[in-house]
Protein backbone atom coordinates (compact mmCIF):
# COMPACT_ATOMS: atom_id res chain seq x y z
CA UNK A 1 0.00 0.00 0.00
CA UNK A 2 1.69 3.47 -1.13
CA UNK A 3 0.65 7.17 -1.50
CA UNK A 4 -0.10 6.85 -5.25
CA UNK A 5 -2.93 4.04 -4.47
CA UNK A 6 -4.61 6.18 -2.21
CA UNK A 7 -4.70 9.36 -4.64
CA UNK A 8 -5.33 6.47 -7.21
CA UNK A 9 -8.98 6.12 -4.91
CA UNK A 10 -9.68 9.33 -4.56
CA UNK A 11 -9.09 10.06 -8.16
CA UNK A 12 -11.61 6.98 -8.85
CA UNK A 13 -14.64 8.76 -6.81
CA UNK A 14 -14.01 12.20 -8.40
CA UNK A 15 -14.30 10.83 -11.75
CA UNK A 16 -17.15 8.43 -10.94
CA UNK A 17 -14.79 5.63 -11.13
CA UNK A 18 -14.29 5.90 -14.61
CA UNK A 19 -11.12 4.24 -15.29
CA UNK A 20 -9.97 6.42 -18.41
CA UNK A 21 -10.51 9.46 -16.92
CA UNK A 22 -8.58 8.42 -13.66
CA UNK A 23 -5.43 7.80 -15.84
CA UNK A 24 -5.69 10.97 -17.62
CA UNK A 25 -5.63 13.27 -14.57
CA UNK A 26 -2.93 11.21 -13.05
CA UNK A 27 -1.07 10.78 -16.15
CA UNK A 28 -0.75 7.38 -16.72
CA UNK A 29 -2.00 4.76 -18.96
CA UNK A 30 -5.00 3.20 -18.28
CA UNK A 31 -3.35 -0.03 -17.79
CA UNK A 32 -1.50 0.85 -14.96
CA UNK A 33 -4.36 2.45 -12.85
CA UNK A 34 -6.06 -1.23 -13.18
CA UNK A 35 -3.01 -2.72 -11.94
CA UNK A 36 -2.72 -0.42 -8.98
CA UNK A 37 -5.97 -0.83 -8.16
CA UNK A 38 -5.62 -4.96 -8.63
CA UNK A 39 -2.34 -5.01 -6.49
CA UNK A 40 -4.07 -2.61 -3.65
CA UNK A 41 -7.34 -5.30 -3.37
CA UNK A 42 -4.81 -8.29 -3.36
CA UNK A 43 -3.02 -6.76 -0.42
CA UNK A 44 -6.36 -5.78 1.19
CA UNK A 45 -7.60 -9.47 0.74
CA UNK A 46 -10.96 -8.33 -0.43
CA UNK A 47 -12.69 -5.90 -3.65
CA UNK A 48 -13.16 -2.02 -2.93
CA UNK A 49 -15.60 -1.92 -6.18
CA UNK A 50 -18.70 -3.55 -7.40
CA UNK A 51 -17.86 -4.02 -11.27
CA UNK A 52 -20.15 -5.38 -13.98
CA UNK A 53 -17.34 -6.64 -16.43
CA UNK A 54 -14.20 -4.45 -16.57
CA UNK A 55 -16.03 -1.47 -15.67
CA UNK A 56 -16.41 -0.28 -11.59
CA UNK A 57 -20.23 0.57 -10.37
CA UNK A 58 -19.56 1.72 -7.03
CA UNK A 59 -18.38 0.82 -3.82
CA UNK A 60 -18.77 -2.19 -1.45
CA UNK A 61 -18.73 -1.63 1.74
CA UNK A 62 -15.04 -1.81 2.49
CA UNK A 63 -14.45 0.46 -0.41
CA UNK A 64 -16.86 3.01 1.58
CA UNK A 65 -14.89 2.79 4.55
CA UNK A 66 -11.70 2.77 3.09
CA UNK A 67 -12.55 5.70 1.14
CA UNK A 68 -13.50 7.49 4.51
CA UNK A 69 -9.69 6.89 5.11
CA UNK A 70 -8.56 7.38 2.43
CA UNK A 71 -10.29 11.64 2.86
CA UNK A 72 -8.86 11.80 6.00
CA UNK A 73 -4.73 11.10 4.70
CA UNK A 74 -5.88 13.90 1.77
CA UNK A 75 -6.79 16.37 4.12
CA UNK A 76 -3.51 15.86 5.89
CA UNK A 77 -1.76 16.08 2.91
CA UNK A 78 -3.17 19.27 2.42
CA UNK A 79 -2.93 20.56 5.65
CA UNK A 80 0.55 19.75 5.66
CA UNK A 81 1.53 21.62 2.36
CA UNK A 82 -0.51 24.75 4.22
CA UNK A 83 1.67 24.65 7.59
CA UNK A 84 4.91 24.62 5.44
CA UNK A 85 3.81 27.15 3.15
CA UNK A 86 2.95 28.96 6.74
CA UNK A 87 6.08 28.54 8.29
CA UNK A 88 7.63 29.94 4.68
CA UNK A 89 5.46 32.71 5.55
CA UNK A 90 4.61 31.89 1.90
CA UNK A 91 2.66 35.38 0.05
CA UNK A 92 1.41 33.42 -3.30
CA UNK A 93 -1.08 30.93 -3.35
CA UNK A 94 -4.60 30.71 -3.80
CA UNK A 95 -7.91 31.51 -1.70
CA UNK A 96 -11.28 30.04 -3.62
CA UNK A 97 -14.75 31.31 -2.06
CA UNK A 98 -17.82 29.06 -2.45
CA UNK A 99 -20.88 31.68 -1.58
CA UNK A 100 -24.11 32.86 -2.91
CA UNK A 101 -24.82 36.07 -5.14
CA UNK A 102 -26.74 38.08 -2.53
CA UNK A 103 -23.39 37.93 0.16
CA UNK A 104 -20.47 38.37 -2.84
CA UNK A 105 -22.15 41.68 -4.21
CA UNK A 106 -23.31 42.96 -0.84
CA UNK A 107 -21.21 41.70 1.74
CA UNK A 108 -17.57 40.96 0.45
CA UNK A 109 -16.34 43.57 -1.57
CA UNK A 110 -14.86 45.18 1.24
CA UNK A 111 -13.12 42.13 2.92
CA UNK A 112 -11.48 41.36 -0.62
CA UNK A 113 -10.16 44.64 -1.12
CA UNK A 114 -8.81 44.58 2.70
CA UNK A 115 -7.45 40.95 1.72
CA UNK A 116 -5.23 41.87 -1.84
CA UNK A 117 -3.85 44.95 -0.38
CA UNK A 118 -2.56 42.43 2.21
CA UNK A 119 -1.66 40.05 0.50
CA UNK A 120 -1.86 41.10 -3.47
CA UNK A 121 0.37 37.63 -4.20
CA UNK A 122 -2.83 35.68 -3.64
CA UNK A 123 -5.30 34.87 -6.11
CA UNK A 124 -9.01 35.20 -5.11
CA UNK A 125 -11.46 32.75 -6.93
CA UNK A 126 -14.93 33.05 -6.10
CA UNK A 127 -17.51 30.47 -6.95
CA UNK A 128 -21.50 31.40 -6.96
CA UNK A 129 -23.83 28.98 -6.29
CA UNK A 130 -26.60 27.10 -4.45
CA UNK A 131 -25.70 26.50 -0.65
CA UNK A 132 -26.06 22.77 -1.02
CA UNK A 133 -23.51 22.85 -4.02
CA UNK A 134 -21.30 25.06 -1.77
CA UNK A 135 -21.09 22.32 0.86
CA UNK A 136 -20.07 20.36 -2.00
CA UNK A 137 -17.71 22.25 -2.85
CA UNK A 138 -15.84 22.31 1.21
CA UNK A 139 -15.97 18.96 1.32
CA UNK A 140 -14.55 18.26 -2.66
CA UNK A 141 -11.70 20.73 -1.62
CA UNK A 142 -13.01 22.88 -4.47
CA UNK A 143 -13.77 25.66 -1.43
CA UNK A 144 -11.84 26.96 1.57
CA UNK A 145 -14.51 28.30 2.88
CA UNK A 146 -18.23 28.76 2.50
CA UNK A 147 -20.07 31.88 2.53
CA UNK A 148 -24.39 31.81 3.25
CA UNK A 149 -27.21 31.61 5.47
CA UNK A 150 -29.07 28.58 4.37
CA UNK A 151 -27.87 24.87 5.09
CA UNK A 152 -24.31 25.08 6.59
CA UNK A 153 -25.71 24.73 9.85
CA UNK A 154 -27.06 20.99 9.20
CA UNK A 155 -23.71 19.37 8.24
CA UNK A 156 -21.52 18.18 11.64
CA UNK A 157 -18.40 17.98 9.30
CA UNK A 158 -18.08 22.07 8.98
CA UNK A 159 -17.23 24.58 11.44
CA UNK A 160 -19.46 27.51 11.70
CA UNK A 161 -18.30 31.20 12.57
CA UNK A 162 -21.75 33.40 12.86
CA UNK A 163 -21.35 36.65 10.62
CA UNK A 164 -24.13 38.88 10.83
CA UNK A 165 -28.03 38.75 11.51
CA UNK A 166 -30.13 40.39 9.11
CA UNK A 167 -33.78 40.22 8.24
CA UNK A 168 -36.12 40.41 4.89
CA UNK A 169 -37.81 43.62 3.91
CA UNK A 170 -40.46 43.84 0.97
CA UNK A 171 -40.05 46.33 -1.63
CA UNK A 172 -42.82 47.53 -3.70
CA UNK A 173 -42.92 50.68 -6.07
CA UNK A 174 -43.59 54.17 -4.59
CA UNK A 175 -47.69 54.10 -4.54
CA UNK A 176 -48.11 50.65 -3.74
CA UNK A 177 -51.21 49.77 -1.81
CA UNK A 178 -49.08 48.36 0.82
CA UNK A 179 -47.33 51.32 1.22
CA UNK A 180 -50.02 52.78 3.35
CA UNK A 181 -51.47 51.05 6.63
CA UNK A 182 -49.91 48.48 8.98
CA UNK A 183 -48.41 45.90 6.99
CA UNK A 184 -48.67 42.25 8.09
CA UNK A 185 -48.31 38.72 6.68
CA UNK A 186 -52.59 38.95 5.30
CA UNK A 187 -51.97 41.73 3.57
CA UNK A 188 -48.94 40.18 1.77
CA UNK A 189 -50.61 36.79 1.12
CA UNK A 190 -53.35 38.92 -0.87
CA UNK A 191 -50.03 39.92 -3.37
CA UNK A 192 -48.06 38.21 -6.00
CA UNK A 193 -44.67 37.19 -4.50
CA UNK A 194 -41.67 37.30 -5.92
CA UNK A 195 -38.79 36.49 -3.58
CA UNK A 196 -35.70 33.79 -3.49
CA UNK A 197 -35.33 30.15 -5.03
CA UNK A 198 -35.73 27.51 -2.77
CA UNK A 199 -32.37 26.85 -0.32
CA UNK A 200 -31.22 30.85 -0.55
CA UNK A 201 -31.19 33.39 1.85
CA UNK A 202 -33.68 32.99 3.72
CA UNK A 203 -36.44 31.12 1.75
CA UNK A 204 -37.28 28.92 4.62
CA UNK A 205 -37.97 31.84 6.93
CA UNK A 206 -40.02 33.15 4.53
CA UNK A 207 -41.77 29.99 4.01
CA UNK A 208 -41.79 29.13 8.02
CA UNK A 209 -43.80 32.54 8.81
CA UNK A 210 -46.40 32.05 6.13
CA UNK A 211 -46.71 28.33 6.89
CA UNK A 212 -47.21 29.32 10.98
CA UNK A 213 -49.78 32.14 10.24
CA UNK A 214 -51.47 29.30 8.21
CA UNK A 215 -51.00 31.11 4.99
CA UNK A 216 -50.11 30.04 1.18
CA UNK A 217 -48.29 33.05 -0.29
CA UNK A 218 -48.65 33.69 -4.06
CA UNK A 219 -45.16 33.42 -5.21
CA UNK A 220 -44.94 33.96 -8.58
CA UNK A 221 -41.19 34.47 -9.30
CA UNK A 222 -38.27 32.93 -7.57
CA UNK A 223 -34.67 33.77 -7.99
CA UNK A 224 -31.05 33.23 -6.49
CA UNK A 225 -30.20 36.99 -7.38
CA UNK A 226 -31.59 40.18 -5.46
CA UNK A 227 -31.19 42.29 -8.36
CA UNK A 228 -33.72 40.46 -10.87
CA UNK A 229 -36.31 40.26 -8.03
CA UNK A 230 -35.75 44.57 -8.06
CA UNK A 231 -36.18 44.27 -11.42
CA UNK A 232 -39.64 42.86 -11.74
CA UNK A 233 -40.43 44.51 -9.16
CA UNK A 234 -39.89 47.47 -11.00
CA UNK A 235 -41.76 45.98 -13.85
CA UNK A 236 -44.90 45.26 -11.70
CA UNK A 237 -45.02 41.80 -11.76
CA UNK A 238 -45.57 41.90 -7.12
CA UNK A 239 -43.94 42.52 -4.57
CA UNK A 240 -40.76 41.62 -3.77
CA UNK A 241 -39.40 39.77 -0.68
CA UNK A 242 -35.43 40.61 -0.30
CA UNK A 243 -32.59 40.58 2.36
CA UNK A 244 -32.44 44.05 3.57
CA UNK A 245 -28.90 44.74 2.72
CA UNK A 246 -30.20 44.01 -0.92
CA UNK A 247 -31.88 47.03 -0.75
CA UNK A 248 -29.67 50.43 -1.59
CA UNK A 249 -31.31 53.48 -0.46
CA UNK A 250 -29.27 55.63 -3.22
CA UNK A 251 -29.69 53.22 -6.16
CA UNK A 252 -33.28 51.97 -5.66
CA UNK A 253 -35.37 55.19 -4.67
CA UNK A 254 -37.80 53.97 -6.78
CA UNK A 255 -38.53 51.46 -4.34
CA UNK A 256 -40.07 51.34 -1.14
CA UNK A 257 -38.43 49.01 1.51
CA UNK A 258 -40.74 47.98 4.02
CA UNK A 259 -39.40 46.06 7.09
CA UNK A 260 -40.56 42.28 7.75
CA UNK A 261 -38.50 41.98 10.98
CA UNK A 262 -41.69 41.80 13.05
CA UNK A 263 -43.27 38.98 10.81
CA UNK A 264 -40.15 37.26 9.58
CA UNK A 265 -37.83 35.87 11.89
CA UNK A 266 -34.25 37.05 11.41
CA UNK A 267 -31.55 35.21 9.56
CA UNK A 268 -27.73 34.91 10.34
CA UNK A 269 -25.17 34.70 7.46
CA UNK A 270 -22.03 32.01 7.82
CA UNK A 271 -18.77 31.38 7.14
CA UNK A 272 -18.30 27.82 7.18
CA UNK A 273 -15.19 25.35 6.80
CA UNK A 274 -14.15 21.51 7.34
CA UNK A 275 -13.36 20.78 10.85
CA UNK A 276 -10.34 19.07 9.70
CA UNK A 277 -8.91 21.94 7.40
CA UNK A 278 -5.88 23.74 8.42
CA UNK A 279 -6.68 27.70 8.04
CA UNK A 280 -3.61 29.19 6.54
CA UNK A 281 -2.81 32.31 7.64
CA UNK A 282 -3.79 34.19 4.98
CA UNK A 283 -7.22 32.36 4.92
CA UNK A 284 -7.49 33.22 8.68
CA UNK A 285 -6.93 36.95 8.09
CA UNK A 286 -9.26 37.21 5.31
CA UNK A 287 -12.10 35.29 7.60
CA UNK A 288 -11.49 37.73 10.25
CA UNK A 289 -11.70 41.01 7.41
CA UNK A 290 -14.74 39.48 6.70
CA UNK A 291 -16.23 39.34 9.92
CA UNK A 292 -15.27 42.55 10.96
CA UNK A 293 -17.03 43.68 8.13
CA UNK A 294 -20.14 41.64 9.09
CA UNK A 295 -20.13 43.30 12.41
CA UNK A 296 -20.30 46.76 10.80
CA UNK A 297 -23.22 46.27 8.68
CA UNK A 298 -24.82 44.61 11.48
CA UNK A 299 -24.31 48.15 13.93
CA UNK A 300 -25.21 49.88 10.93
CA UNK A 301 -28.32 47.84 10.18
CA UNK A 302 -29.37 48.51 13.87
CA UNK A 303 -28.19 52.78 14.06
CA UNK A 304 -30.51 53.04 11.04
CA UNK A 305 -33.98 51.12 12.80
CA UNK A 306 -32.99 53.38 15.79
CA UNK A 307 -32.79 56.39 13.84
CA UNK A 308 -36.33 55.74 11.70
CA UNK A 309 -37.75 54.57 14.73
CA UNK A 310 -36.76 58.09 16.56
Known sequence: MNMSQM?????????QFNLSKAAEKM?????????????????LGSPLFERQGKRLQGLTPLGE?????VEQIHQAKKNIQSIAEDFRDSRHGTLHIATTHTQAKYLLPVPVQKFRQRYPGI??????SSPDNLIELLHSHRADIAICT????DDPRLILEPCYEW??????????VLAEGKLTLQRLATQPILTYSPGFTG???IEKAFNDADLEPDIVLAAAD?????????????????????????????LLALDLGQLISSSVTKVAYLKQLYLPSYCRYFIDALLQQAQSKSANSKGSKLQAKA
Open 7 to 15: ELLRVLQET
Open 27 to 43: HVVQSAVSRQLQLLEME
Open 65 to 69: RVMQE
Open 123 to 128: KIYMVQ
Open 150 to 153: EKLA
Open 167 to 176: HHVAIVPQEH
Open 203 to 205: RTA
Open 226 to 254: SDIIKTYVRLGLGVGIIAETSYEATKDND
